[in-house]
């Protein structure tokens, strides 16, 4: 067996780490959480789109054993807790006082001594309400005489904000001289990110220490420690977010909702732990959706396929509240990158968002914020564009595709494309599904009157939502950080500020670190999700775990094996420039005998040695510790 493949660094394929646990049913999630003395939660929604609130009445509720509190907008409202910050600087409401803006909007919450007990006092909640005109439609919305979604605003109006890039006139002259336009209609309707775990958490307010601990299922602990820092008024030293494992997220467990707050009030109200989990219905009325994207699309070409410029309008249906995940300078997120894989010189793209009485989300379900919907616009344009010229799709894509000799390239909605050959990714993608021969077989079937189709899409994402200097979140800058220990006996912890939802990060961050320092994958303990110990970072979405915190991981390994090389340069008594590093150790250059390993599997013995460490002896291994 070679040094690297019991390594198993870059480029091996172990067994994944986190999976023994979970294929054995010993996985941690939000549910499995059990505190002494812990209460439940329960929610009432509201079963109007828009409606006003007239009464609420809780005595049946409260009358009923096992029921401890009744939480409404109005008790939140005496102690400033009824509305709360989004993640893109709008707000919303943990509870309504007076409106409910969606159907399955939370309007008051019971916490008692059991889940069932909860349950059962929900249906006891008397609510009045008085049905109002809801607005559904985000083109409606925007008329001048449509019903206003969100009156506690200042400007008095359903369009929440414009956004734009490119050059409109430019692009204007470009369609009107070319040869070919094809135009599209394209809606990408609202959906679900559905993982297989709600949301939930328990929250735990401990009187004595003044500490509030959350054990929640978040995609971003350390943000949302800073969120509800904002939100309820306590220290962020004092608040513990804990992420154990989680089954799955897609985006929709970045946001704060308001079921979180709820528990966390109850907690400090009635100095017990107080666990919330949403019920799979719960999720699907009033979790964070994603798309819900107008597109209206034109896309321009030569007589030859040259395209020559692409326009996008969209209207982005935002629910009551602007609460997506963007960057706050990207309102749009990063649909701009809708030129896609191709070398256009004109192009131009808006985006206005609207308010409509829809629950509020706008998450990046599967991809960076907002690429999904601008691949997906670019890539219907093409294989439209291709249909009205005749051209196969593929000889379009390849005709109009960014030359490797381009890079680095500028894209003409700003953005810098650093490498690429995405002729060869495609011919290669083609010699292996044997395109020419489906193109022949599709013919022949076409011919007996059976129909079969061939798709092709160019991906282009932009991943790991950096440089900081230009990405952030509520101010906070995204980056991400990692903290390597080695133990004395050669073994490695790493805590990182990303939370996996099922990606294997705890295989991935230790192949990085085998790679890097030559310790085996076996030996390396990856820890992330816990605010207390781990350090700051702005989670796991929009595909950055890797390229942000993996990037992290490398560095923080690369210091340590630094620090290593003048541990190994004092005890080969060499200078540091003198040693070369090889798999897992630094050895003199010319004279690989002299080497010092970065690791050892240490008996009692030579425990004991290197503790009465001979310099005589320094041709024997030695495990290179940190200083």
Not at 97 to 102: A, E, P, R
Not at 198 to 213: E, F
Not at 478 to 497: N, Q, W, Y
């Amino acid at each position: 067996m070679t040094a690297t493949t019991e390594i198993q660094g870059l480029g091996h394929s172990p067994k994944r780490k986190e999976d023994p646990r979970f294929i054995q049913g010993k996985g941690t999630y939000i549910d499995d959480i059990t505190l002494p003395g812990m209460v439940y939660l329960d929610i009432v929604r509201s079963p109007y789109a828009h409606a006003r609130i007239k009464s609420i009445n809780s005595e049946a509720a409260l009358a009923l054993p096992g029921v401890l509190a009744v939480i409404t907008g109005k008790d939140l409202e005496a102690a400033g807790l009824a509305w709360m910050p989004t993640l893109m600087s709008d707000k919303q409401m943990v509870l309504p006082v007076d409106t409910v803006k969606f159907q399955g909007q939370e309007v008051a919450a019971v916490v008692a001594e059991s889940r069932y007990i909860a349950a059962d006092a929900v249906p006891l909640i008397e609510i009045d309400y008085e049905p109002l005109t809801p607005v559904m439609d985000p083109a409606k919305a925007l008329e001048p005489d449509a019903p206003l979604v969100r009156p506690d605003r200042e400007e008095k109006t359903n369009h929440i904000w414009h956004w734009e890039a490119g050059e409109r006139e430019a692009t204007a002259r470009a369609l009107a001289e070319s040869d070919v336009v094809v135009r599209e209609e394209i809606y990408i309707p609202r959906i679900m990110t559905s993982a297989i775990e709600t949301d939930g958490c328990v929250a735990d307010h401990n009187a004595a220490t003044g500490k509030l601990t959350i054990y929640m299922t978040t995609q971003a602990p350390h943000a949302i420690r800073t969120v509800f820092a904002l939100v309820t008024g306590i220290p962020e030293h004092m608040i513990r977010i804990i992420a154990s494992d989680i089954g799955g997220g897609f985006g929709g467990k970045v946001p704060v909702y308001p079921g979180y707050v709820l528990a966390t009030v109850a907690t400090l109200t009635l100095g017990r732990p107080v666990k919330w989990i949403e019920d799979r219905s719960e999720n699907l009325v009033s979790g964070s959706f994603a798309r819900d994207y107008h597109m209206t699309a034109e896309l321009g070409a030569k007589k030859d396929g040259t395209i020559t410029a692409l326009r996008i309008k969209t209207l982005a249906d935002h629910g009551y509240t602007d609460a997506a995940a963007n960057p706050s300078k990207f309102k749009a997120g990063l649909f701009h990158i809708c030129t896609g894989s191709y070398d256009l010189k004109n192009a131009f793209v808006e985006v206005d968002g609207a308010y409509t009485n829809k629950p509020p989300g706008g998450v990046a379900y599967r991809c960076s914020f907002r690429v999904t919907e601008a691949v997906h616009a670019i890539e219907r344009m093409t294989d439209l564009l291709a249909h009205e010229m005749n051209m196969d799709p593929a000889e379009l894509r390849m005709k109009n595709f960014i030359k490797p000799e381009q890079f680095p390239y500028q894209s003409a909605l700003g953005w810098e494309y650093d490498s690429g050959n995405y002729h060869g990714a495609l011919t290669k993608a083609m010699e292996m599904i044997g395109y020419d021969d489906l193109r022949r077989e599709q013919i022949e079937k076409r011919a007996r009157g059976e129909l079969m189709g061939i798709g092709i899409c160019s991906f282009t994402e932009i991943v790991g939502a950096g440089p900081s200097k230009t990405f952030d979140i509520l101010g906070l800058k995204m980056f991400d950080s990692a903290e390597i220990r080695v133990h004395p006996t050669g073994k490695v912890m790493a805590r990182l500020g990303t939370k996996s939802q099922g990606q294997g990060h705890e295989t991935t961050y230790a192949q990085i670190i085998a790679e890097e320092l030559g310790f085996p994958v076996e030996d390396i303990v990856i820890e992330e999700g816990d605010t207390d110990t781990a350090p700051y970072g702005l989670g796991t979405y929009a595909s950055r775990s890797t390229p942000v915190s993996g990037a992290a991981t490398a560095v923080a390994a690369r210091r340590i094996r630094d620090k290593a090389r003048k541990i190994a340069a004092y005890l080969l008594e060499v200078n540091e420039d003198d040693l070369e590093w090889q798999q897992g150790r630094f050895q003199v250059k010319g004279a690989p005998g002299r080497s010092r390993r970065s690791r050892r599997s240490p008996s009692p013995r030579t425990r004991t040695s290197r503790r009465a460490w001979n310099p005589a002896s320094r041709r024997s291994a030695t495990t290179i510790r940190p200083i």
